[in-house]
C-alpha cells in the first residue's frame, strides 16, 4: 500500500511538472510574437527612414525623415498595423475572401459560402484601378509596409507573428492592395442590415391575422406617414403563414451582425458662437460589436498636408474618425436603404434561366470551390442575375419567403466593381476644410455613412455613399422582397452626390446624428424607412440646448450620459394603473416584490447607472412584457424579435390606431387588459431576476447584468483560454442611452452589453491639441501584451487620452521608438 502511495505521488509530481512546463514552452513561444517597439532595422519597400515613435498609450506617431514621401509614412502605418494586429488582418482578409473554413474548418463554412456568392473580393480586385493615382500609391506603400513586417517575422522567427498561429495553420501571404478595399467592402457588409429588415417585414406580414397591426411591431420613425403598401401574399402565392427557418449563425466569425447590431453611433458639433472658448468643437463614437482586439487602432501619420491623427482599421490605410490640425471629421451610420432584395422566377424547362423584363435571359455563373480543413471541399455555382448575386434560401430565412420556382438575388450598392471608398478615405484625410472634404467624399460608395465635420469656422453634415436610384412605381418603394422581371422594381442607376442630405452652418450653431431619422423626403428620394434610432436624439437635444455655449467638456459628457429617454417615456405609461394600488402584503410574496419594484421605480429618474438596481428592473420588465404581447400573434417568429423596441410599446399603451389589441391573448378565453400584461411581465421578471440574483431587490447591480462582453472572435470559447483572452466589465448605459450599450437581448444573458463605442474622440479647434480620444480595449491584439486590454478600464470609466500632434509630446514618454531604414 505505501508502494503504491509513493507512485501515485510521483506519477502526480510528474504530472504538475509535465504540465508547468508544457504552460512555460507554451509561454515561450507565445511571446516570441511580442513586438519590439525599441530597435532599428533596416526593411526594403521604403525610399527614405521612417520613425514610428510609440507614445505612452502605444499609439504609433509616424514620422518620414528629411526626403521621405507620403509614401514611407503609409508604409509605416502597414508595419505597426502588422505589429500589433497581424492576426486579426489575416482573420478579417480570409473572411472578405470566402477562405475561413481552410483555417477553421466546418465552423465558418456558412460564411465562406456567403461571401462568395457576394464575390466581395473579386470585386475588390476590380475596383484596385479605379483609384485615383495618390490611393493606389498609399496601398501599394501600406502594403509594402505590412509585408515587410512579415519578413521580418519569418527572417527572425518571432513566433510566427502572432500566438494564435500556433493554434491554427494559417499561412500570411503578401499583403496586396485589393486586401485593403476588401477589407472596406467587409465593413459595409458587417453594418449592413436592409435586406434582414425586408425579409422579417416578408415574414412578419404572413404571420399576422389583421395586417394594420404591422406598422405596429415594425414601426416607422416619428415624422409624416408612408404611404399604404401592398401586403407580401398579395405579391406572391403559395408562402407559408409560419416557416421553421434558420437564424443567423451564432459563429463569432460569421460577417453580418444580427439584427439590429449592424452600424450605429453618435457624433455632433458645434460651430465657434456655441463654444466657450471660440472654437468649433466635434464628438463622435462609433459603435460596433465588442471583441478583443477592438476593430479600431489609434495612429497618427505626418503627411506632406500634416499631421493627421485618430481611429484606423488594421488593413485600411486611413484614419477614419480624427482629425488633422484644421479639420475634424467623424461617422455615424446613415441607415441608408442601399439593399434591395429581387425575387427572380426561373425558366420552368430550363433552371438555369431567369425572367427579366425582355423575356428569359441566363444567369452569369460560375464554380467557386471552398476547401475545408478536416472536411472535402464544397463546390458552389456562384449566379448572378442583373439585378445581383442569387442568395441560399438557407440564410436570412429567404426560403420562407421565395415561392416554389423562384430564388432571391440582392441588389446593394458595395458590389460596385468601380468603389472607390478609398480613395474617397485618403483624399478626406488630406482635405484642409469642411468644404474640401464634403468635394473628396463624392468618391464613397459604402458603407454609407453620415460624415460630421468641423473645421476652424464651419460644421456641416453629409450623409455621403452611393444612393440607388429606384423608379417611383416600385411595387414595395424597397421595404419587402419584390418582383425581379418588373422593370419598375429594377434600380436606375445611382443618385447624384449633390442630392445626399447635407447640412451646412446650421442657423443654431450645433448639429449631430445619432442614427436618428434626418429628414422627410418622398420616395423614391428617401433616405430608409429603416433607422437605428428613434430615442437617443431626445436626449441629445435636450443636452445640447440646455446650455447656451459648449465646452469640450460638456461634449464629454453627453457621450458618457447613461439617462435613458426611453425609460422616462415609458414608464409611466406600463405602470399608470399599477403605482401605489396595491393592497398591503407580506414580507416575501409576490406582491410585496411588486410593490418594492414599483416603489424603487417610482423614485427612479432613468439614469441607467451600473451600481443602480433600478435599471435592472426596469430592462427586465420591458423584456418580459414585449414577449408578451407578441408570443401569440407571432409564434415562432416572435424569437427574432429579440431587442425592445420602445416605438412599439408606446403604440400599444398609448393605443394607436388600435395597437393595444396585442394586449389580449388570443388563444384565452378571457380579456386581458394592458394592465393585466403589465402586471403579469413585472411579475415575470422579478421571478427571472430572483432566479439569477436573488429577492433582495435593492441589492441588484445594473452592472452585474450590463456586462461588456470584449470577446476574442476565433479564442474566445476555448476552454481555459478565453479567460485570458476576453474582456469583461461592468458598465453603465442601455439601449436608448448616448453612452449606447446594447445589450443581446438572448438567453442566457440577455442584458450582456455586446455592442458599443469602441472609440470615442473630442476634437476642440479652440486649442486641437486638448483634443482627446480613447479606446474600449488597447492597442495590442497580443494577449500577452500589456497593451492588449490597458485603455479598457480608462474607457469604462470614461476617462480619455490626450490626442495630441505634437512630436514632442510623444516623444517625452515614449515606450519605444522604432527606426526604419531602406534595405537596398
Known amino acids: 500500500m505505501a508502494r503504491l502511495f509513493h507512485w501515485l505521488l510521483r506519477l502526480a509530481a510528474a504530472l504538475i511538472l509535465l504540465s508547468l512546463v508544457v504552460g512555460m514552452l507554451a509561454y515561450y513561444l507565445a511571446s516570441q510574437s511580442l513586438p519590439n517597439y525599441e530597435k532599428d532595422i533596416s526593411l526594403p519597400g521604403l525610399s527614405a527612414p521612417v520613425e514610428i515613435v510609440r507614445d505612452n498609450a502605444n499609439v504609433p506617431h509616424i514620422f518620414g525623415s528629411f526626403g521621405a514621401s507620403d509614401e514611407d509614412v503609409y508604409f509605416g502605418l502597414g508595419y505597426a498595423h502588422a505589429q500589433d494586429r497581424l492576426w486579426q488582418m489575416a482573420v478579417m482578409r480570409r473572411t472578405a475572401q470566402g477562405r475561413l473554413s481552410e483555417v477553421f474548418g466546418t465552423r465558418s463554412v456558412e460564411s465562406d459560402v456567403l461571401v462568395r456568392r457576394l464575390d466581395l473580393y473579386r470585386l475588390a480586385q476590380q475596383s484596385v484601378p479605379a483609384q485615383s493615382p495618390e490611393t493606389l500609391q498609399a496601398l501599394t506603400a501600406y502594403s509594402a509596409g505590412v509585408n515587410a513586417r512579415i519578413l521580418e517575422i519569418n527572417e527572425e522567427a518571432l513566433g510566427r507573428g502572432a500566438p494564435e498561429m500556433f493554434l491554427f495553420n494559417m499561412p500570411m501571404a ?3 492592395p485589393a486586401d485593403s478595399i476588401a477589407l472596406m467592402k467587409l465593413m459595409a457588409l458587417k453594418s449592413s442590415g436592409h435586406l434582414q429588415e425586408e425579409v422579417l417585414r416578408a415574414r412578419t406580414s404572413l404571420a399576422l391575422e389583421d395586417p394594420k397591426r404591422l406598422q405596429d411591431i415594425l414601426p416607422d420613425a416619428p415624422g409624416k406617414g408612408t404611404a399604404a403598401l401592398p401586403e407580401y401574399a398579395s405579391l406572391f402565392s403559395d408562402l407559408p403563414r409560419y416557416a421553421d427557418v434558420t437564424s443567423l449563425p451564432s459563429e463569432a466569425l460569421f460577417p453580418v451582425a444580427p439584427r439590429g447590431f449592424g452600424g450605429a453611433s453618435n457624433a455632433w458639433a458645434a460651430s465657434a458662437n456655441r ?17 478583443a482586439p477592438g476593430s479600431w487602432y489609434l495612429a497618427r501619420m505626418e503627411l ?8 484606423t482599421i488594421p488593413g485600411i490605410p486611413a484614419v477614419l474618425t480624427g482629425r488633422s490640425e484644421t479639420l475634424g471629421w467623424g461617422i455615424t451610420s446613415s441607415y441608408l436603404d442601399d439593399q434591395d432584395l429581387f425575387i427572380e422566377k426561373l425558366n420552368p424547362d430550363n433552371p ?3 425572367l427579366s423584363p425582355t423575356g428569359y435571359k441566363e444567369f452569369t455563373s460560375r464554380p467557386s470551390i471552398i476547401k475545408i ?7 458552389l455555382t456562384l449566379r448572378w442575375s442583373e439585378n445581383g448575386p442569387i442568395l441560399p434560401g438557407s440564410l436570412f430565412g429567404l426560403s420562407a419567403i421565395t415561392p416554389p420556382g423562384h430564388v432571391v438575388s440582392l441588389g446593394w450598392t458595395a458590389l460596385d466593381p468601380q468603389d472607390r471608398s478609398l480613395t474617397a478615405a485618403i483624399a478626406l484625410m488630406r482635405s484642409a476644410d469642411v468644404h474640401q472634404a464634403m468635394a473628396a467624399a463624392a468618391d464613397f460608395v459604402a458603407p454609407s455613412q453620415n460624415l460630421v465635420l468641423a473645421d476652424r469656422e464651419t460644421i456641416a453634415q453629409k450623409t455621403i455613399g452611393a444612393f440607388p436610384a429606384r423608379d417611383a412605381r416600385h411595387q414595395s418603394r424597397g421595404r419587402l422582397p419584390s418582383q425581379g422581371w418588373l422593370r419598375q422594381n429594377r434600380w436606375l442607376g445611382r443618385a ?16 449631430g446624428n445619432t442614427n436618428n431619422k434626418l429628414l422627410e423626403r418622398p420616395f423614391p428620394n428617401h433616405v430608409s424607412y429603416i433607422w437605428g434610432d428613434t430615442q437617443r ?7 445640447m440646448q440646455s446650455r447656451e455655449v459648449h465646452t469640450r467638456d460638456s461634449f464629454i459628457e453627453a ?3 447613461t439617462v435613458s429617454y426611453t425609460a422616462r417615456s415609458l414608464l409611466p405609461l406600463i405602470g399608470a394603473d399599477l403605482w401605489f394600488t396595491g393592497a398591503a402584503a407580506e414580507d416575501g410574496s409576490r406582491e410585496r416584490q411588486r410593490q418594492i419594484a414599483l416603489s424603487l421605480l417610482s423614485e427612479w429618474n432613468g439614469e441607467m447607472n451600473e451600481h443602480l438596481p433600478e435599471p435592472l428592473i426596469y430592462a427586465a420588465w420591458l423584456r418580459a412584457l414585449q414577449a408578451r404581447l407578441i408570443n401569440d400573434d407571432l409564434g415562432p417568429l416572435a424569437t427574432d424579435f429579440n431587442q425592445v423596441d420602445p416605438l412599439f410599446i408606446e403604440r400599444v399603451y398609448r393605443d394607436v390606431e388600435g395597437a393595444s389589441s396585442w394586449c389580449d391573448v388570443r388563444q384565452s378565453a378571457p380579456r386581458e387588459s394592458c394592465t393585466d400584461m403589465a402586471r403579469l411581465a413585472l411579475d415575470d421578471a422579478l421571478i427571472w431576476i430572483e432566479e439569477r440574483y436573488g429577492p433582495a431587490l435593492e441589492s441588484l447591480r445594473w452592472g452585474d447584468a450590463h456586462q461588456a462582453t470584449h470577446d476574442h472572435e476565433t479564442l474566445g470559447r476555448v476552454p481555459l483560454l478565453r479567460f485570458f483572452v476576453n474582456i469583461r466589465q461592468s458598465t453603465s448605459g442601455g439601449d436608448n442611452t448616448l453612452q449606447r450599450g446594447l445589450t443581446s437581448g438572448r438567453d442566457p444573458a440577455p442584458f450582456q452589453n455586446i455592442h458599443a463605442a469602441g472609440y470615442r474622440g473630442v476634437y476642440d479647434f479652440a486649442d486641437p491639441d486638448s483634443s482627446l480620444f480613447i479606446l474600449a480595449t488597447g492597442q495590442s491584439g497580443h494577449f500577452l501584451s500589456r497593451f492588449y486590454d490597458d485603455m479598457a478600464q480608462l474607457w469604462r470609466r470614461g476617462e480619455y487620452l490626450p490626442m495630441s500632434l505634437d512630436e514632442e509630446l510623444a516623444r517625452a514618454a515614449a515606450v519605444g521608438v522604432t527606426k526604419i531604414t531602406p534595405r537596398h
Open 174 to 176: 503578401p499583403w496586396q
Open 275 to 291: 463654444s466657450a472658448a471660440g472654437g468649433t468643437l466635434l464628438a463622435n463614437d462609433p459603435h460596433l460589436s465588442l471583441t
Open 304 to 311: 506632406a498636408t500634416g499631421g493627421i491623427i485618430g481611429g
Open 352 to 354: 438555369e434561366e431567369y
Open 373 to 379: 480543413k478536416d472536411a472535402p471541399p464544397v463546390t
Open 496 to 511: 447624384p452626390y449633390a442630392a445626399n442630405p447635407e447640412f451646412i452652418s446650421p442657423r443654431g450653431g450645433i448639429l
Open 537 to 543: 436624439v431626445n436626449r441629445w437635444r435636450r443636452l
Open 559 to 561: 457621450q458618457l450620459d
